[in-house]
């Protein structure tokens, strides 16, 4: 067990109430070695120390415990794991979005490519079937006319042949860029069920917490009467200076907020100190409060 300015670190410090090393962070006045020891911490008021009844001391205690759940509360609609899966979801939506409009313009690219290739593939038919005619007809007479007009008929089914192999070719491609256009559009609505789902369970979490909150003011409304404003404005003030813990109580002789064993000098000047006195730890900093487990 390690010894801290005469004082004994208790085995499990940190569980609970913040760990007294936080508070020190960055606050030269708060250092250990630097600060008188044992010495009384009246708390300043306009018309000399604040004092509190045991009672209002009690009750600030209440206060205390009410503002941790609120904080706690607070915290845990901040961490709901739906807030995470929402931001996830909306990751993967703008992914799916892009993605999307880059095979919607391929397809639609490849589909002007198909009918450049139709009409193509049209004109070579028509002059083929114009060719055909005048074969037929027997207008023709010249061998030689003649010759070079099969020759160009062939030529004109080789083209066809080449251009709807081409054309195929692209109907495949065609083919390929609606499936995933086909799919995205499926993975998108996928993913707008998984939003609206999860933004339901985040909105049921969120009413749930409402709940607590609000179970959590009206007791809080209940106990603010018992304490007096003055006080109470010390409260918030000290709350503010140390990470929302303003208040702890003494149990078996260790401050509940450093988790730190009281010294006997400690002991004898809490003992000596009316009870009507605020005390405050010499260590954390908080207002410390005596219970009937204080053991003193
Ligand atoms: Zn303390």
Same mark, same amino acid.
């Not at 030269?28 to 000399?48: A, E, H, I, K, T």
């Not at 037929?136 to 251009?163: P, Y």
């Given at each position: 067990?390690?010894?801290? *300015?005469?004082?004994?670190?208790?085995?499990?410090?940190?569980?609970?109430?913040?760990?007294?090393?936080?508070?020190?962070?960055?606050?030269? +006045?708060?250092?250990?070695?630097?600060?008188?020891?044992? !010495?009384?911490?009246?708390?300043?008021?306009?018309?000399?120390?604040? /004092?509190?009844?045991?009672?209002? $001391?009690?009750?600030?205690?209440?206060?205390?415990?009410?503002?941790?759940?609120?904080?706690?509360?607070?915290?845990? !609609?901040?961490?709901?794991? @739906?807030? =995470?899966?929402?931001?996830?979801?909306? =990751?993967?939506? $703008?992914?799916? +979005?892009?993605?999307?409009?880059?095979?919607?313009?391929?397809?639609?690219?490849?589909?002007?490519?198909?009918?450049?290739?139709?009409?193509?593939?049209?004109?070579?038919?028509?002059?083929?079937?114009?060719?055909?005619?005048?074969?037929?007809?027997?207008?023709?007479?010249?061998?030689?006319? #003649?010759?070079?007009?099969?020759?160009?008929?062939?030529?004109?089914?080789? !083209? $066809?042949?080449?251009? @709807?192999?081409?054309?195929?070719?692209?109907?495949?491609?065609?083919?390929?860029?609606?499936?995933?256009?086909?799919?995205?559009?499926?993975?998108?609505?996928?993913?707008?069920?998984?939003?609206?789902?999860?933004? &339901?369970? +985040?909105?049921?979490?969120?009413?749930?917490?409402?709940?607590?909150?609000?179970?959590? $003011?009206?007791?809080?409304?209940?106990?603010?009467?018992?304490?007096?404003?003055? #006080?109470?404005?010390?409260?918030? /003030? #000290?709350?503010?200076?140390?990470?929302?813990?303003?208040?702890?109580?003494? /149990?078996?002789?260790?401050?509940?907020?450093?988790?730190?064993?009281?010294?006997?000098?400690?002991?004898?000047?809490?003992? *000596? =100190?009316?009870?009507?006195?605020?005390? &405050?730890?010499?260590?954390? +900093?908080?207002?410390?409060?005596?219970?009937?487990?204080?053991?003193?």
């Amino acid at each position: 067990m390690a010894l801290v *300015a005469g004082r004994r670190r208790s085995a499990g410090a940190g569980a609970g109430i913040a760990h007294p090393e936080r508070h020190y962070g960055g606050d030269p +006045r708060l250092n250990r070695g630097d600060r008188p020891r044992d !010495r009384p911490c009246p708390v300043p008021s306009r018309g000399g120390p604040l /004092k509190a009844s045991p009672a209002e $001391q009690a009750r600030l205690l209440d206060l205390q415990a009410i503002d941790q759940t609120l904080a706690h509360l607070e915290h845990r !609609r901040r961490s709901l794991p @739906e807030v =995470a899966e929402l931001a996830d979801l909306a =990751a993967q939506q $703008q992914s799916v +979005r892009s993605e999307l409009v880059v095979a919607q313009t391929e397809a639609s690219d490849i589909a002007r490519e198909q009918d450049k290739l139709e009409s193509d593939i049209d004109q070579v038919r028509q002059r083929m079937t114009r060719d055909q005619q005048r074969l037929d007809s027997g207008a023709i007479t010249s061998a030689k006319d #003649l010759e070079s007009l099969q020759h160009e008929v062939g030529s004109l089914h080789k !083209r $066809q042949r080449d251009l @709807e192999d081409v054309e195929l070719e692209v109907m495949e491609r065609l083919e390929e860029a609606e499936k995933k256009t086909t799919a995205l559009g499926a993975e998108q609505s996928r993913l707008a069920d998984a939003v609206e789902e999860t933004e &339901r369970r +985040r909105v049921a979490a969120h009413a749930a917490i409402d709940k607590d909150v609000e179970f959590a $003011q009206r007791q809080r409304a209940t106990v603010l009467p018992d304490i007096g404003q003055e #006080l109470l404005a010390y409260y918030e /003030k #000290l709350r503010s200076q140390l990470d929302g813990i303003a208040v702890v109580s003494i /149990k078996q002789r260790r401050c509940d907020g450093c988790r730190l064993d009281l010294s006997a000098t400690d002991v004898d000047r809490i003992r *000596a =100190a009316a009870e009507d006195e605020i005390i &405050r730890c010499e260590e954390c +900093r908080r207002i410390q409060v005596r219970t009937a487990e204080s053991g003193l």
